[in-house]
């Protein structure tokens, strides 16, 4: 099991990303799909989820109305557009995927991870 995140770069504070997680190895359709952050010196924290059954989704309060998190089982892909980033946004984002719907917020649940992509919102 593999999966890519990329997407991430420089952006000015306002601006706008697309983050994408590619899996292979599974079928992404059968699976939860959660991205978390990691800011410098700082927790990885829950940023938004996807439940594989009915398509859920839930957001961390900090990105509520600006992130949204979508799939395209036929690309075997979940992607996370961001807008109206801001510079505490900054953080290398990792997308992970899990077998179940439960505790989708919690990092400990995730067996399969991606290597990480870093966004970086200048002020």
């Known amino acids: 099991v593999q999966l890519q995140a990329s997407g991430g770069g420089l952006v000015q504070a306002g601006g706008s990303v697309r983050l994408s997680c590619i899996a292979s190895?599974?079928?992404?359709?059968?699976?939860?799909t959660t991205w978390f952050r990691q800011a410098p010196g700082k927790a990885r924290e829950f940023v938004a989820s996807?439940?594989?059954?009915?398509?859920?989704?839930d957001y961390a309060e900090a990105v509520v109305g600006r992130f949204a998190i979508s799939r395209d089982d036929f690309k075997n892909t979940v992607s996370l557009q961001m807008d109206s980033l801001k510079p505490e946004d900054t953080a290398v984002y990792y997308c992970?995927?899990?077998?179940?719907?439960?505790?989708?917020?919690?990092?400990?649940?995730?067996?399969?991870w991606g290597q990480g992509t870093l966004v970086t919102v200048s002020s």
């Open positions: 190895g599974l079928s992404i359709s059968t699976y939860s």
């Open positions: 996807i439940a594989w059954d009915d398509g859920t989704s």
């Open positions: 992970a995927v899990v077998a179940g719907a439960t505790r989708l917020r919690s990092s400990s649940s995730y067996a399969y």
